[in-house]
């Protein structure tokens, strides 16, 4: 229970089910970001600037920072 696999893009929203719209985190983190975005959950708490430093800095695919780095989701 210490982890859990999180949509990056709401399912219920972005009905985006692949691997690059899926990461693992803290259960705790997954429960409170609920059905937002990262950047929906993360600016709401001044964080989003340090997240995008720390997304930039690792080596991921192009698909996968896109999800983490849109700043908005249409529907």
Known sequence: GYCEI???LPYSRSLDDSLSN???CL?????QKTNQTPF?????Q??????????NALHLNKAKRNRLLRMYLIH
């Open 46 to 55: 001044n964080k989003w600037d340090d997240f995008v430093g720390r997304v």
């Open 6 to 8: 999180d949509h990056i």
């Open 22 to 24: 899926k990461v693992l």
């Open 27 to 31: 259960t705790k983190e997954n429960q």
């Open 40 to 44: 929906e959950y993360l600016s709401s």
